[in-house]
């Protein structure tokens, strides 16, 4: 089962910042935040990920609590494009060895002009 | 482009056919991975080969199910006598060996299969 809990759906208007919260209480030490998207008939897009560190690129910025319970993405001027289902997935990397994600239903934004 | 790719895009069959359908991940991606994804619902993981080596398997990769990878590149996933309940997107993914902290997944478009 997935180890994340997000809201099922959010609306965004264009050209205002997307945030999308995962709640992820139960992540152990070395387990790292990764985010994915998937537009619609496409695969899933990997987005970010981090620790414990706040990160950004150049397409989202990712905010880590303290506590690492919880987390927010940031899309921060939203398009019609970013229209998809966004999945917030913790994931145990230990050296380069990795096993499978684990997807949840994920939170679907919509865009709205 | 070279991206992970797909073949084919669609397949449509009858119940108990045989189907199989092919992946083709990012040259040098040592680590290949299947998912199976219907409506509504996330993907969902079934396979995952490091080269040639299938090192793990999900419950839901029944015994109609089989994949490999025989030389480490492609890979084929293949449903003997299929139900109608096999009808989802089959979605491969390809990532390198990476350090810790840096294992990115790249998905393909899916295989989109209907069982009538």
């Known amino acids: 089962d997935a180890k994340t809990t997000q809201p099922t759906s959010m609306d965004c208007a264009e050209g205002r910042a997307a945030n999308l919260p995962c709640n992820h209480s139960t992540i152990s030490g070395n387990e790292y935040v990764y985010w994915y998207r998937q537009i619609h008939s496409q695969g899933p897009q990997y987005i970010i990920h981090g620790l414990k560190n706040n990160e950004t690129n150049e397409m989202a910025s990712l905010i880590i609590t303290e506590d690492r319970k919880s987390s927010t993405l940031i899309l921060p001027h939203a398009t019609l494009r970013d229209t998809a289902v966004y999945y917030c997935i913790v994931f145990w990397d230990y050296g380069g060895s990795q096993g499978n994600l684990i997807f949840g239903k994920g939170t679907k934004l919509s865009v709205k002009p | 482009d070279t991206g992970v790719s797909q073949d084919p895009r669609h397949k449509i069959t009858k119940r108990g056919q045989n189907v199989t359908f092919r992946c083709d991940p990012i040259s040098e991606h040592n680590r290949l991975y299947w998912y199976r994804q219907t409506l509504g619902q996330g993907p969902e993981f079934l396979t995952y080969?490091?080269?040639?080596?299938?090192?793990?398997k999900s419950r839901l990769l029944s015994d109609r199910f089989s994949a490999e990878r025989p030389k480490g590149s492609f890979s084929t996933l293949e449903i003997q006598r299929t139900e109608q309940g096999d009808s989802a997107m089959y979605l491969c993914?390809?990532?390198?060996?990476?350090?810790?902290?840096?294992?990115?997944?790249?998905f393909g478009p899916g295989t989109r299969l209907t069982v009538l």
């Open positions: 993914a390809s990532s390198p060996y990476g350090t810790s902290g840096n294992n990115e997944q790249f």
């Open positions: 080969f490091q080269n040639e080596a299938q090192l793990e």
